[in-house]
């Protein structure tokens, strides 16, 4: 096992992020990081686009 000094003060493990726009990335995203960059070019389409993240985060037991 690799181990650091000092230890990480990120915990249980660091913050990860994916950066993803396509439907397969947004997938991924949900089940891999704590945060989502994505990008907006329509509000009404982000809306929808948000609702569906926050959708998918739920139904695997994410706080989204």
Known sequence: AVTGRPQP?????PFTMSAAFSPAGRRF????????????????????????IQAQGRAAGRDA
């Open 9 to 13: 003060i990120q915990m249980p493990r």
């Open 29 to 52: 995203a949900v089940k891999t990081s704590d945060m989502l960059f994505t990008m907006i070019s329509d509000e009404e389409k982000a809306r929808n686009d948000v609702q569906d």
